[in-house]
């Protein structure tokens, strides 16, 4: 059995307003066999694409290699928009040695509500994946009963937005269409999708995921 371990910390800062929220990287950054164009940071792995978007979003030239200065231009970027990144699993042990949420066995989750309790500016949770089984909001869900809290539908519409009361704030969520390619098969089949696709066939995933990201980053 592989323990698999979050590499990274929370990048979470007293400024900011809005935390992405997913699960784990794949298991190679935590044993440290990164891809060339990988960053040793949260959302990392160039496969996940989670910065290409924002790249494109932004225009931003991101580098993707292991240099500090890749790293930093990510860093950098987050605290100039008031994002941070808190993963909600700390750990789970796995069967197979890959990147799958189904294949998570044994999960230890973060505390999340402890960090939105810690830095009151946060107002937004951006989930990168919906409440399919392991998925940031399932297991979110799973998190909030342990405060006897819940989320409140706000919207059905993908993304779907739901929202909870912590004390005398109003915490919305987002759940985003995954950043991975294993997406791209339910993308294909939402009605959105195939109507703009229809419109420009030269219209793609990718596209539509710049799309939906560009709202919330």
């Given at each position: ?6 590499p990274y910390?929370p ?6 307003k ?5 699960t784990?990287?794949p298991?190679r950054f ?7 164009k990988d960053?040793?940071?949260c ?13 494109e979003?932004?225009?931003?030239g991101?580098?993707?290699d292991?240099s ?6 990510r860093k950098?970027?987050?605290k100039?928009?008031h ?11 796995r069967?197979?040695i890959?990147?799958s949420?189904?294949?998570m ?16 500016l946060?107002?937004?949770l ?7 089984k ?6 979110f ?8 809290l819940?989320?409140n539908l706000?919207?059905s519409e993908v993304?779907r ?8 704030r ?6 985003l269409?995954?950043c991975?390619?294993a ?5 294909s ?6 109507q703009l ?7 793609n ?13």
């Amino acid at each position: 059995m592989f323990l698999h371990e979050h590499p990274y910390k929370p990048f979470i800062t007293h400024s900011t307003k809005k935390l992405i929220v997913g699960t784990l990287p794949p298991p190679r950054f935590s044993t440290g066999e990164l891809l060339p164009k990988d960053v040793d940071f949260c959302y990392g792995s160039y496969y996940n694409s989670l910065w290409l978007f924002i790249d494109e979003i932004h225009q931003l030239g991101l580098r993707y290699d292991h240099s500090k200065i890749a790293v930093n231009q990510r860093k950098t970027f987050l605290k100039d928009h008031h994002i941070g990144i808190c993963d909600i699993v700390q750990s789970c042990e796995r069967e197979k040695i890959d990147a799958s949420d189904l294949g998570m066995q044994n999960v230890q989750l973060r505390d999340v509500v402890g960090y939105l309790l810690k830095y009151p500016l946060i107002d937004t949770l951006l989930f990168t994946g919906g409440n399919s089984k392991n998925g940031p909001e399932y297991f979110f869900r799973k998190h909030l009963k342990i405060y006897h809290l819940k989320l409140n539908l706000q919207s059905s519409e993908v993304p779907r937005i739901h929202h909870f009361k912590l004390g005398n704030r109003i915490i919305k969520t987002v759940s985003l269409t995954s950043c991975s390619g294993a997406a791209n098969i339910s993308i294909s089949r939402l009605p959105l999708y195939r109507q703009l696709k229809a419109k420009n066939p030269d219209f793609n995933t990718f596209d539509f995921r710049v799309m939906q990201y560009r709202e919330f980053f």
